[in-house]
């Protein structure tokens, strides 16, 4: 089972550049979600797909776009890559119902120069 | 709105002293609460959540309604617990959305 999937693991873009993180699960749940995490400022939700077919916006979605394809799958696209952007992509799903917990994937080290 | 508080960006203590990582939340019903840690580079993974009451590691976790804290604690510190701590709120009611401390950084001396 390998549980939250991101690939790729490791990018280098220029600014301007375009990019599609992808994000796939096998545990079934429902929600999904993309934070970026920067140093001092913990994780920021940047959008979340309650189901197949929704998303919605999180706490730092400017400059970004997402795309729920299906249940499995959810990636974000940065059409043009500023420096800011450079951070730690995680992805993570979540169950329904009360008490459970978000599932983590590895992690996306993005660096835009 | 629904806030999780977690004062200390850094913690130092050594190993086989006592370590408790505070967090406060601020919400107006009855919340889930849980503790993530982030070993060097690695995934977020669940330590601990208040609903199952159990000792991971050696953490234990205690709600305190009255004070809205959940701090964690463990009685020995072990240099393999040196890791970033982040407490999460889940707002019951029908929010997707986990709401996380800033985290605190744990370091243990030998």
């Known amino acids: 089972n390998a549980g939250v999937t991101q690939t790729p693991k490791f990018q280098v873009l220029k600014t301007g550049q375009s990019m599609t993180l992808q994000c796939a699960q096998d545990?079934?749940?429902?929600?999904m979600y993309w934070y970026r995490q920067d140093p001092g400022m913990g994780l920021r939700l940047i959008y979340y797909?309650?189901?197949?077919?929704?998303?919605d916006k999180g706490e730092v979605p400017n400059g970004y776009n997402v795309s729920r394809l299906n249940k499995r799958e959810f990636s974000l696209r940065l059409e043009s890559a500023a420096p800011s952007q450079t951070s730690v992509y995680f992805c993570?799903?979540?169950?329904?119902?009360?008490?459970?917990?978000?599932?983590f994937g590895d992690g996306t080290r993005l660096s835009i120069l | 709105a629904q806030r999780v508080t977690q004062p200390e960006k850094l913690l130092s203590v050594f190993k086989g002293a006592p370590v408790e990582l505070k967090c406060n939340y601020s919400?107006?019903?009855?919340?889930?609460l849980f503790w993530y840690v982030q070993y060097s580079r690695q995934r977020l993974q669940l330590l601990l959540r208040?609903?199952s009451r159990e000792s991971i590691k050696g953490f234990t976790a205690d709600l305190n309604k009255g004070e809205t804290s959940f701090h964690l604690k463990k009685p020995f510190a072990q240099e393999e617990d040196s890791a970033m701590y982040y407490c999460?709120?889940?707002?019951?009611?029908?929010?997707?959305?986990?709401?996380f401390g800033k985290g605190t950084k744990l370091t243990v001396n030998p």
């Open positions: 545990m079934n749940h429902n929600s």
């Open positions: 999460a709120l889940w707002p019951q009611g029908g929010s997707e959305k986990l709401v």
């Open positions: 919400y107006s019903g009855s919340p889930e």
């Open positions: 797909s309650a189901s197949e077919g929704t998303t």
């Open positions: 208040h609903i």
């Open positions: 993570a799903t979540r169950g329904r119902g009360g008490g459970q917990p978000q599932h």
